[in-house]
Structures are given as structure tokens and as C-alpha cells.
């Protein structure tokens, strides 16, 4: 089982404010991603990074940027935050080949940008 | 077209009772993966269970379960013996191959698992 970290838990800001979400894991995997879902919904992918240096855009657009230098950290960044950024973002790791590589996700950061 | 359909907005089972959580794919690649998930209502996503295109057995871990019929390509969860603690949303996902692909974790829309005393 992989150890994520996401900081912080909950969050409510106001408008055009920008934020960081952080993510952290302690066990060297190489591939992390960031998924959005609202309440009740499925997950879309919004970002997701191979390894230090290289990181892709998801199935779901998002206005949101990503930086992956460091293996452990993948931090997302919203420059404006809107009421329409308003979603559960869940951070998760991986190891190993697809598609079998299992994903481990962290506990989420609920955001509500009013 | 939808990858992965979850038929089932929401389920209830009598605790100690078994249920399965049905989940149906969509893929034309010979090489992928379907996982399940579990979502408690604190939001945390929860690993289950793993199985492959190619393994030729059901997977099976504790008291969850995974019915692979590649040819229906369905691959529901069965939930042995359930507990009040199961209550939660359980996600249905494929990643679909090529081995070194960037193909992304596609999830099904959940079913909602309620656990009667």
C-alpha cells in the first residue's frame, strides 16, 4: 500500500484567488496523476506525470497546471480559482507496467472556491 | 461510448449477506486491466481488487471477489459475508494497454453500497 499525502483537506476560498493542492508519496513510484470528481460522480483524469520533468494533460480539460521536479511531490496549481473549480481532487501513484500497474490514492482535497 | 457502465445507482444488502456490484467493459484491446475501488464517505479512494485481461483465474482477495467473464466482458464484484463498514461507493475501472502507453485509469459512474444491520 502506497503512503500519498494531500494537504490540504479542505479548503474554501474566494474567487480569483490562487491556490497550490500538494501531493506527496513516499514510496519512489514514478507515475502520479490528478483526478477531479464531483460529489457522487465518477473520477476524470485531469493531469498526470511519468516521471521528474515530464507531465501530461488528462481526458477532462482543466485549467489548472501541474509540476512534477521532484519524484515524491505534484503539486497543482489553479491561478484563478473559480466557483466552477468547486470538486473533491484526488492525487494517486502508481508503479510498474500498464496496465496492471495498481494506482493508490490519497485522501483528496475538498475545494469550495465561492 | 461509455468504457466501463455501473447498471446500479445504489444497492442494499442485508449485513452478513453476500452482493455483487455488476460492472460492464467496453474495449477493443486484447491487453488491460479492471480494478476495483472503494469510496467511503470521508472521500478517500480504497484499492480492492485486481484483474488482467490474460489471468485465467477470478481474482480474489479476503472477502472480495472479482467474476471475470471476458467473453460478456463483465466484471462484477462480489462482497462476501457484508459488513456494516462496507457501506460505501464502489468504483468500477479499466486501463486499457498498449504496455507502454499513457492510457489513463478510466472509472465507471459508482454504485452506491448500503449495509443493513
Known amino acids: 500500500e502506497a503512503d500519498i499525502y494531500q494537504t490540504p483537506r479542505y479548503l474554501v476560498i474566494g474567487t480569483g484567488k490562487k491556490i497550490t493542492l500538494e501531493c506527496s508519496q513516499t514510496?519512489?513510484?514514478?507515475?502520479m496523476y490528478w483526478y477531479q470528481q464531483d460529489p457522487g460522480m465518477e473520477l476524470h483524469l485531469i493531469h498526470y506525470?511519468?516521471?521528474?520533468?515530464?507531465?501530461e494533460k488528462g481526458d477532462l480539460s482543466s485549467e489548472s497546471t501541474v509540476s512534477r521536479i521532484r519524484t515524491e511531490h505534484f503539486p497543482l496549481t489553479l491561478e484563478s480559482a473559480r466557483p466552477s473549480h468547486t470538486s473533491q481532487y484526488l492525487c494517486?501513484?502508481?508503479?510498474?507496467?500498464?496496465?496492471?500497474?495498481?494506482?493508490?490514492f490519497g485522501p483528496g482535497t475538498r475545494l469550495t472556491v465561492l | 461510448a461509455q468504457k466501463i457502465t455501473q447498471t446500479q445507482p445504489g444497492m442494499f444488502v442485508q449485513e452478513k449477506e453476500a452482493v455483487t456490484l455488476d460492472c460492464t467493459y467496453d474495449?477493443?484491446?486484447?491487453?488491460?486491466?479492471l480494478f476495483w475501488y472503494k469510496q467511503p464517505s470521508s472521500g478517500e479512494m480504497i484499492f480492492l481488487i485486481y484483474?488482467?485481461?490474460?489471468?485465467?483465474q477470478n481474482a480474489t482477495e479476503g472477502r472480495y471477489s472479482l467474476n471475470f467473464q471476458k467473453a460478456r466482458k463483465s466484471a462484477n464484484l462480489v462482497i462476501s459475508a457484508s459488513q456494516l463498514g462496507d457501506s460505501a461507493m464502489y468504483f468500477c475501472?479499466?486501463?486499457?494497454?498498449?504496455?507502454?502507453?499513457?492510457?489513463?485509469?478510466?472509472f465507471g459512474k459508482g454504485t452506491r453500497l448500503s449495509v443493513i444491520a
Open positions: 475501472a479499466m486501463r486499457e494497454g498498449p504496455w507502454a502507453g499513457n492510457t489513463p485509469l478510466v
Open positions: 494517486a501513484s502508481s508503479t510498474g507496467t500498464p496496465p496492471t500497474d495498481t494506482q493508490y
Open positions: 514510496m519512489g513510484h514514478d507515475k
Open positions: 484483474q488482467g485481461s490474460y489471468d485465467e
Open positions: 506525470s511519468y516521471g521528474v520533468n515530464s507531465t
Open positions: 474495449t477493443s484491446d486484447q491487453s488491460y486491466g
